[in-house]
């Protein structure tokens, strides 16, 4: 991945594309479109691939316990889910950053949002005090959660670990 952007520019995300050289191209199945693009430093005898999402999925607001168990628990993969309030300073700062990390993740990762006014019942049933809470199901368990306002930088370390840890089980 090192030195993506030099050759195809800052507007590719290097969290949101995955670059693989293969010396023979096997059939593989991806959800993903593949564009092709050539490197000047890439010997003829290599193909460069770029993966990168078809469409993007929406966050999805769950407001009832049928939705979540749908959602979330009867899910394979990684989910996120968010625990906000409006009205809560923490809860607005971490909205853009919750979005954008959705727009970075969406091919790796479910994004979900929880409003605890709108959903008392899960707030309650999960154990939600602090809000933003953010929790993150893998096949319908907690592996991993985040309470309070956290930054950018150490929320994307926490979900690449998180994708990291899926890769190798």
Known sequence: MMGVSQYFGNKISQNRLMFIFFKTLKPFAVQCSV???GCPEIPASRLAIIIVPNKKRNMITVTDKKTFTEKVL???GLRVVKFYADWSGPCQMMQ???QEMENM???AAAFYTIDVEAAPVLKKELGVIEMPTI???RNGEVID???GLISKNSLIAKLENLLNKNSTN
């Open 35 to 37: 564009e092709w693009r």
């Open 74 to 76: 009867n899910a394979h």
């Open 96 to 98: 853009p950053i919750y």
């Open 105 to 107: 993740y969406n091919c």
């Open 135 to 137: 929790l993150f199901y």
């Open 145 to 147: 959660f985040v309470i």
